[in-house]
């Protein structure tokens, strides 16, 4: 008979996140993990497959908060409203939590060997799906009035997932919100949006 779990998936995929954020998913051994999450290797094999499972979880627990962020960004009732929500935003949610600065969705694959070649993909792949959500937005924007008729909704959403980018990894280097608010601040100039 299988001994019952005494851990709940939440509190160890919390764990997990905080390793992966710190380390990256090549630089997150399987022992560093197991003494963080309070399982063994093979309990955490036996939850969830690998290590590659183990970070699937994470991210899509990561995907999960950050779609309620995009749905206050996507709610804001006008184009412009959209884009401050995004930078301003992503300035302060990026420093809130001392152990997770920047994003997870580049912290993870910074540096991956050819065994893990996929990771940065994956992220990629999940970074991109965000934008594209919000080149969705804007379009509604553009279809509303409230974006000019030359104006390119996909150009401006790649533009503030760049952004983004450039702001985690400041983020992660230890700039605080302020400092990534004064460089959202001179991002937005640069938007086309009234």
């Given at each position: 008979?299988?001994?019952?779990?005494?851990?709940?998936?939440?509190?160890?995929?919390?764990?997990?996140?905080?390793?992966?954020?710190?380390?990256?998913?090549?630089?997150?051994?399987?022992?560093?993990?197991?003494?963080?999450?309070?399982?063994?290797?093979?309990?955490?094999?036996?939850?969830?497959?690998?290590?590659?499972?183990?970070?699937?979880?994470?991210?899509?627990?990561?995907?999960?908060g950050?779609l309620?962020?995009?749905?206050?960004?996507?709610?804001?009732?006008?184009?412009?409203?959209?884009?401050?929500?995004?930078?301003?935003?992503?300035?302060?949610?990026?420093?809130?939590?001392?152990?997770r600065?920047?994003?997870?969705?580049?912290?993870?694959?910074?540096?991956?060997?050819p065994?893990?070649?996929e990771?940065?993909?994956?992220?990629?792949?999940?970074?991109?799906k965000?934008?594209?959500?919000?080149?969705?937005?804007?379009?509604?924007?553009?279809n509303e009035?409230?974006?000019?008729?030359?104006?390119?909704?996909?150009?401006?959403?790649?533009?503030?997932?760049?952004?983004?980018d450039?702001?985690?990894?400041?983020?992660?280097?230890?700039?605080?919100?302020?400092?990534?608010?004064?460089?959202?601040?001179?991002?937005?100039?640069a938007?086309?949006?009234?």
């Amino acid at each position: 008979m299988a001994r019952p779990r005494n851990f709940t998936t939440e509190e160890v995929l919390d764990k997990a996140t905080e390793v992966f954020w710190r380390c990256g998913y090549e630089g997150a051994s399987i022992s560093e993990l197991s003494d963080k999450m309070g399982m063994s290797p093979p309990s955490i094999y036996g939850a969830f497959g690998s290590k590659r499972g183990l970070f699937d979880e994470v991210l899509n627990r990561y995907d999960a908060g950050r779609l309620v962020f995009f749905s206050w960004i996507n709610e804001a009732t006008c184009a412009r409203g959209v884009a401050e929500r995004a930078l301003l935003g992503i300035a302060d949610a990026m420093t809130k939590d001392p152990g997770r600065l920047g994003c997870l969705l580049l912290q993870g694959g910074v540096s991956c060997g050819p065994t893990s070649s996929e990771v940065p993909t994956e992220l990629a792949r999940r970074r991109r799906k965000l934008e594209l959500s919000l080149a969705s937005r804007f379009e509604r924007a553009k279809n509303e009035g409230d974006l000019t008729e030359s104006a390119d909704p996909s150009l401006i959403a790649q533009y503030i997932s760049m952004v983004w980018d450039g702001l985690g990894v400041r983020a992660a280097a230890g700039a605080s919100s302020g400092e990534l608010r004064e460089i959202a601040t001179l991002a937005l100039k640069a938007l086309p949006i009234s």
